[in-house]
């Protein structure tokens, strides 16, 4: 079974700024959260990392920031390379079977781990659970991708929280700029088991939703003018599906951000993204 893309993470050293870098691009912001580790008992342990989200119908973006003791963090060696997008998370049904797919596979996924955060949010409250396991960075170099099995999904994805100003509905994609994309997404598709697709402007990973492209510095520039990764792999930006799009762009017309007009789409830089390209488009 082909996974989705659940969620994608944004690591930054302060939370209040990303909340608000990404209220001014016209995300509704969701009210924040902390970080557990569960125990099978219902206890919980804080994992040192505070999150927002921008919650779409069928996946999210999450902010975080990292504030115990980094020597220890799962993120130590992604915020050591650079502040921006790290994290790629998968869609499970079960975490357990997923594991069992990708060791299958001749990677040799960790156990999988209990893990949560209490929410608040308007449509509902409690612990939002969830399962998961991280695909090995031996494996799987060119960003911190894991799978998750969502244990809360009503909690997680409140249709309250899907209305952006921006006319956001869902993220269409993700790109990382790699020195071999044949190679990256090679890599990702062993990982997802979703097929690899060879694509003008770099092979591409098609999942369940959403998809993964993969392009070179130089395929990044002709789509990006002027934007240069910080490191090599980078995991660059996103895309967001816009279905008004003459709503979205008015919506950028009337702000006082910079942004750039690629014609069938918009995009902004990654100065004001927390190091992320965010892309706008209609629906494919």
């Known amino acids: ?145 894991c799978y998750v099995e969502q244990l809360t999904p009503d909690l997680v994805f409140d249709a309250s929280l899907n209305d952006h100003p921006n006319g956001a509905r869902d993220v269409r994609d993700i790109f990382l700029c790699v020195d071999d994309p044949a190679a990256a997404a090679a890599r990702f598709a062993r990982a997802s088991g979703a097929p690899v697709t060879a694509a003008p402007d770099g092979p591409r990973v098609d999942l369940a939703v959403g998809r993964a492209r993969f392009l070179d510095t130089e395929a990044l520039l002709r789509e990006f003018p002027g934007i ?17 799009f003459e709503a979205t762009r008015r919506f950028f017309r009337n702000s006082d951000l910079p942004w750039h007009d690629g014609g069938d789409r918009l995009w902004i830089d990654p100065d004001f993204a927390c190091g992320a390209i965010v892309a706008f488009a209609p629906p494919a």
Not at 25 to 34: I, Q
Not at 111 to 121: D, F, I, S
Not at 229 to 235: E, I, Y
């Open 1 to 145: 079974m082909i996974p989705g893309l659940d969620h994608i993470g944004i690591v930054g050293a302060d939370l209040s700024a990303m909340e608000a870098a990404y209220a001014r691009l016209g995300f509704t912001v969701a009210p924040r959260c902390e970080l557990v580790a569960l125990a099978e008992d219902g206890g919980a342990t804080p994992l040192g990392q505070v999150n927002s989200h921008l919650v779409f119908g069928r996946t999210y973006v999450e902010l975080t920031a990292v504030e115990g003791d980094l020597e220890t963090h799962h993120l130590r060696d992604a915020i050591a390379r650079y502040f921006g997008f790290h994290i790629i998370v998968l869609t499970a049904d079960d975490a357990e079977a997923a594991r069992r797919r990708v060791i299958a596979g001749g990677i040799e996924a960790p156990p999988t781990a209990l893990a949560g955060r209490e929410v608040r949010y308007p449509g509902g409250r409690g612990m939002a659970g969830f399962r998961w396991f991280r695909v090995p960075d031996a494996d799987l170099p060119d960003a911190f991708v």
């Open 228 to 244: 240069a990764p910080p490191a090599l792999p980078w995991a660059a930006g996103f895309t967001v599906d816009c279905p008004d």
